[in-house]
């Protein structure tokens, strides 16, 4: 469920174009006249205002806006624009092109994303980078890590609800054969079940794990594995299990102790707002006993705070 607020009456694209225009006129931007119109307007009401933009002054939005803005509300801006397909797809692209590849970001936004979501982020990328997203990864992550994220992104996965409880006891089974019943670890047999199987399946065999050792699928993973590859396994099942509280703990650690890991937070923050944003306001509270909202007020500041408190909405 989507924390967007848009107006109940919505100007025209042309109008919007028109004011963010005005916006950019005169001794330096006006910020708050930016963040008031683009996070107000959803993903297609954004491609338009973009069309109108580029038709009426010859120039890209995003070019003006990179001219326009500084530091962190620039990339939040910028990253906003998009439609979510584009939007992960310029994530990814980034996080296996920077000269230390971000293998957090890659596993983050590839192993929580639904295969229809991951279909479309491939469609995307080649036609936006004229690259195949599966050459990528391939030459630029390694070892199980690389071997579980192509199978996740090539895999087609049912999306339904349905389940096969013999295949889940068996699969519970099977994993538990395969790490903790032995010697080392047979990782072939986890990226096998994790790519193959749906987020509904996963999670039931996470149940039926615990019911059976007596301790759950997660911390066999952490016993089992290590390094990127236990991070893949993790965030594929913490998606399947409770996606909203996945992204509130991503949250948490973002803005938790000296520092914020503002890369992180508006990766989250942008990227979940028009998918199920106000599940994960619910899960944070739940967890952290406050709202998100109060948490973001205090680790952020200036325009990068009022984009981001108007993206989560109200308070929860």
């Known amino acids: 469920m989507t924390t967007l607020s848009v107006p109940p009456v919505i100007p025209s694209p042309r109008e919007d174009a028109i004011k963010l225009h005005k916006a950019f006129k005169g001794l330096g931007c006006d910020t708050s006249k930016v963040i008031k119109i683009l996070a107000h307007r959803n993903a297609e009401q954004r491609s338009l205002i973009q069309q109108e933009f580029e038709t009426n002054y010859s120039e890209l939005l995003s070019k003006r806006l990179s001219k326009e803005l500084r530091g962190h509300v620039k990339k939040a801006v910028l990253l906003w624009l998009h439609d979510p397909a584009t939007r992960d797809a310029k994530v990814v692209r980034k996080a296996l092109t920077i000269s230390v590849v971000d293998n957090q970001a890659i596993t983050e936004i590839i192993c929580s994303r639904t295969p229809s979501q991951l279909r479309r982020l491939k469609e995307v990328y080649l036609s936006t980078y004229h690259s195949y997203l599966e050459q990528d990864i391939e030459s630029k992550t390694s070892g199980d890590h690389k071997k579980l994220l192509l199978a996740y992104v090539s895999i ?161």
């Open 156 to 316: 087609p996965r049912y999306e339904g609800l349905e389940l096969d409880h013999i295949i889940v006891q068996e699969d519970a089974k099977q994993l538990y054969k395969s790490g903790e019943k032995r010697i080392g670890t047979d990782e072939k047999m986890f990226i096998k079940i994790f790519s193959e199987k749906s987020g509904a399946h996963l999670a039931a065999v996470n149940s039926t794990y615990i019911a059976s050792y007596g301790h759950s699928l997660e911390k066999a993973i952490k016993k089992e594995t290590s390094g990127n590859f236990e991070s893949a396994l993790l965030t594929i099942l913490r998606c399947a299990t409770d996606p909203a509280m996945y992204f509130a703990k991503i949250l948490r650690k973002s803005m938790k102790g000296v520092g914020t890991d503002d890369s992180r937070l508006i990766r989250v923050i942008v990227t979940r707002t028009e998918i199920d944003m106000q599940f994960i306001k619910i899960a944070y509270y739940k967890k952290y006993g406050k709202p998100l909202t109060h948490a973001v007020k205090s680790d952020t500041s200036g325009h990068y705070k009022d984009l981001l408190l108007n993206l989560l909405g109200s308070d929860y």
